[in-house]
């Protein structure tokens, strides 16, 4: 991950205290407790409608925390847990109209990247595809520009729903190798996810056991 | 380049891609005064007369018209929870999409509005003043009809929701244009008040529309 500027060590933890999450009216789930620290990954399983993306997305800062807290130590000071978070949901958040190249561009300019986007492209093989509008793309391909975006863009959080879908078996070995760089380098991973994602030392989060 | 050039940029090459909605206001602008004259009848003297309100009216029309888009496509493909997560703040953001929004559909307004005009049996000597009202005026169009599309985010409803919504707001602004361009059209009464309440209206909207429109963004998480 050579193309990724060196941060200074810091040890950061993510912590929930008894997190509640109600939707329209229903509640989700209820009293979630948990810590990752830095180089850690939780992997949050559970069946459908446990709260999985809700949990992601309210870590995001997307979903209205019902009761708990949420902190994050060791980021920067006064920034919120979201601009310090990559999501990465079940929509690309690309356009269409645009080619691979300006969609990825846009989004590293946007977050507040200096760096060039081009070696993210290049590390999930979609360099040929740059000029080509991101309505041609694939399931997968697609899939493979939404983790150009979160590579580009050095953030510590990630916060990855169900990231192998739509992956074949080469991208998703390329994704569990970006995974542990980025732990490697003192990030955090929260994946929601119902098989094995491929990360060896991820602690696990079940959801709607009880 | 910042961010928020960046999302200035995006818009607008989304706007005049395939599936934008750039031309078609300054569309529905020139059939809407194409169409005036043969509903009303080619009586020279009483198109000139109302030729101001009609382009004015048309105008709001032709601005509202893709505005519902403006955060729904955003919020359908996802962008709009990424544009949420950005360091800038989302007021800021929201203020360069309606800026984007304006630059390709309320400009080309504008810009046909002198050509219209001619249509309409407008006095030639007051096209360019009528051009400044809508120049003056159609930003505020814009950042009030943000609001709605906000809300029509919030709440899960197109379309016809924002018209309903954003028109009974858009009453000031039509009526101090229009009162501006008949003013610049009937000599006796000054041009200066009624157009410089058209621009405060447009510079309070430009502010008021963004956090507004944001905070009906943020009440719309669930």
Same mark, same amino acid.
């Given at each position: 991950?050579?193309?990724?500027?060196?941060?200074?060590?810091?040890?950061?933890?993510?912590?929930?205290? +008894?997190?509640?999450?109600? !939707? +329209?009216? !229903?509640?989700?789930?209820?009293?979630?407790? $948990? =810590?990752?620290?830095?180089?850690? %990954?939780?992997?949050?399983?559970?069946?459908? *409608?446990? +709260? =999985?993306?809700?949990?992601?997305?309210?870590?995001?800062?997307?979903? !209205?925390? %019902?009761?708990?807290?949420?902190?994050?130590?060791?980021?920067?000071? @006064?920034?919120?847990?979201?601009?310090?978070a990559h999501y990465l949901g079940h929509q690309d958040a690309m356009k269409a109209s645009l080619t691979v190249a300006e969609n990825l561009? $846009?989004?590293? =300019?946007?977050l507040g990247s200096r760096g060039d $986007? #081009?070696?993210?492209?290049?590390?999930? +093989?979609?360099?040929?595809?740059? @000029?080509?509008?991101? %309505?041609?793309? #694939?399931? *997968?391909? !697609?899939?493979?520009?939404s983790i150009a975006r979160i590579v580009a863009v050095t953030r510590p959080v990630w916060l990855l729903d169900e990231p192998t879908s739509a992956l074949d078996t080469p991208s998703q070995t390329r994704l569990s190798e970006i995974m542990r760089g980025h732990l490697a380098e003192g990030g955090i991973i929260v994946a929601a996810a119902h098989g094995a994602i491929g990360l060896d030392r991820a602690r696990e989060l079940k959801l709607g056991a009880a | 380049m910042n961010p928020l050039a960046a999302?200035?940029?995006?818009?607008?090459?989304?706007?005049?891609?395939?599936?934008? /909605?750039?031309?078609?206001?300054?569309?529905?602008?020139?059939?809407?005064?194409?169409?005036?004259?043969?509903?009303?009848g080619p009586e020279l003297t009483l198109l000139a007369r109302i030729g101001p309100a009609i382009l004015w009216l048309g105008a709001l029309l032709a601005s509202l018209l893709a505005l519902d888009r403006l955060f729904v496509t955003d919020h359908d493909d996802g962008s709009l929870d990424l544009l949420m997560m950005a360091e800038v703040p989302l007021e800021l953001t929201v203020a360069a999409k309606a800026l984007a929004h304006w630059l390709t559909t309320g400009l080309p307004l504008v810009v046909i509005a002198p050509l219209l005009g001619l249509m309409l049996n407008v006095d030639m000597h007051v096209l360019g003043w009528l051009a400044l009202t809508l120049? &003056?005026?159609t930003p505020a169009l814009t950042f009030v009809g943000l609001v709605g599309a906000a809300l029509s985010v919030a709440l899960r409803r197109g379309g016809l929701l924002l018209a309903v919504l954003v028109l009974p707001l858009t009453v000031p602004v039509l009526i101090f244009g229009v009162a501006s361009a008949n003013a &610049?059209?009937?000599?006796?009464?000054?041009? /200066?008040? &009624?157009?410089?309440?058209?621009?405060?209206?447009?510079?309070?909207?430009?502010?008021?529309?963004?956090?507004?429109?944001?905070?009906?963004?943020r009440h719309g998480l669930e």
């Open positions: 991950m050579a193309h990724r500027a060196s941060e200074p060590a810091v040890v950061m933890e993510l912590q929930a205290e +008894g997190l509640a999450c109600n !939707r +329209g009216g !229903r509640e989700v789930f209820r009293n979630v407790s $948990f =810590k990752v620290a830095a180089g850690e %990954a939780l992997i949050v399983t559970g069946r459908n *409608g446990t +709260g =999985k993306s809700s949990l992601l997305r309210m870590i995001a800062g997307l979903v !209205r925390i %019902a009761a708990g807290r949420l902190t994050l130590t060791g980021g920067v000071a @006064d920034a919120a847990i979201a601009e310090q561009q $846009f989004w590293t =300019k946007f $986007f #081009s070696p993210a492209l290049e590390l999930l +093989g979609l360099a040929p595809l740059a @000029d080509l509008p991101a %309505a041609y793309l #694939s399931a *997968g391909q !697609r899939r493979r520009l | 999302i200035l940029v995006r818009d607008m090459r989304l706007a005049v891609r395939v599936g934008g /909605g750039a031309l078609m206001g300054a569309l529905f602008f020139l059939i809407v005064v194409t169409m005036t004259p043969f509903a009303i120049a &003056a005026g &610049a059209i009937a000599e006796p009464t000054p041009f /200066g008040p &009624a157009f410089t309440i058209l621009c405060a209206l447009s510079l309070a909207s430009l502010v008021l529309g963004p956090i507004a429109a944001t905070a009906a963004l």
